[in-house]
């Protein structure tokens, strides 16, 4: 039976700001889930620390709240202990490319079976706004004392260098584009990424709302009205996301050229959609097959760990000689 969205919305008490972007971001993934033929008790979203980890009160799955730029270990864990589930994690920008940059790049790597979605919102909302990683250089949002002194990362490059096989960006405000991203990601056989941009009203005053559909640029001469900056870069171009299988290596690099471009695409016009999708690339369950055959039927969550008698399996005292052999 088609869920509803009373069925994926829990009872808690929302207190993002009026206006937060991060309302976009819920709305949208709480959409994809009534869309999915997918079971709730299977589905795992795991957040990091900030506002955006508060999404996982209030979507009702299992939600697990970790800690500051953990949520890829955890969620990641909780993958590969139980392959059945469908994990989804989040986290911001300060948490995953400040503290947590590290496990974002293996992540990339390793290409497990779920998704990542990130709030993008160039700052620390939670602790007051400070910059964070994806600020741009020369940026004096209102918390800053000075303009950004570092120049920004780009999460659509470094996840491409990383290794990432689905790679997006939407815009919390774009509810339909983003919600269809996210089932697009989450039918995407690898790991999948996108990096969704979110106005933080309350503390980042530079790319608000108002900026991300261009009010500050020269209006449509025919409408007289405000050219969005973000652009689906799918539907209105000739862009194909895909790797298909059997590209040489010439047309592969012509593939990674185009994805490149649009990832340095900044200010003025920025691209939206599915910038790469590589499903030619093994994913890690695949990898422990050929190592566990039985790592599928009988993955760790799923191994008893108590004898009959309620003992443990594992006996402490000779756990390292066990994993010693
Ligand atoms: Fe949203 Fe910013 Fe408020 Fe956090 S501080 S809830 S990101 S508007
Ligand atoms: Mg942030």
């Given at each position: 039976m088609a869920l509803k969205l009373s069925d994926v919305k829990t009872a808690v008490h929302n207190d993002w700001c009026p206006g937060c972007g991060d309302f976009g971001i819920e709305a949208s993934l709480q959409m994809a889930l009534t869309e999915?033929?997918?079971?709730?008790?299977k589905v795992a979203l795991f957040s990091g620390i900030?506002?955006?980890?508060?999404i996982v009160h209030w979507t009702n799955t299992f939600g697990i709240h970790t800690l500051h730029g953990r949520v890829l270990p955890f969620a990641q864990g909780a993958k590969l202990a139980n392959p059945d589930l469908e994990v989804i994690a989040l986290g911001g920008d300060g948490d995953g490319f400040g503290i947590g940059v590290g496990h974002f790049v293996h992540a990339g790597r390793r290409n497990i079976d779920m998704t990542y979605i990130i709030h993008d919102n160039q700052v620390y909302g939670l602790t007051k706004g400070q910059a964070s990683p994806t600020l741009a250089l020369g940026t004096q949002t209102k918390s800053l004392p000075e303009p950004n002194i570092n120049s920004s990362l780009n999460p659509i490059m470094l996840a491409l260098s990383a290794g990432f096989t689905f790679i997006a960006r939407s815009y919390s405000f774009d509810n339909r584009h983003l919600k269809d991203t996210i089932k697009r990601a989450i039918a995407h056989k690898g790991f999948a990424f996108v990096d969704v941009l979110q106005p933080c009203p309350t503390y980042n005053d530079i790319n608000t709302k108002d900026w991300y559909a261009g009010e500050d640029l020269p209006k449509d001469?025919?409408?007289n009205r405000a050219i969005p900056r973000y652009y689906d870069v799918e539907k209105t171009t000739n862009f194909d996301p895909k790797i298909p299988p059997g590209l040489d290596e010439e047309q592969v690099e012509q593939k990674l050229l185009q994805v490149i471009g649009l990832a340095r695409q900044w200010g003025e016009k920025i691209p939206i959609g599915v910038l790469y999708q590589n499903e030619n690339v093994s994913t890690y369950d695949q990898r422990m097959l050929k190592r566990i055959e039985s790592y599928l039927t009988s993955p760790p969550a799923k191994q008893s760990v108590v004898e009959d008698d309620g003992k443990s399996k594992v006996d402490l005292t000779k756990l390292s000689d066990q994993l010693r052999v």
């Open positions: 999915i033929p997918i079971d709730l008790h900030g506002c955006s980890g508060k001469e025919k409408t």
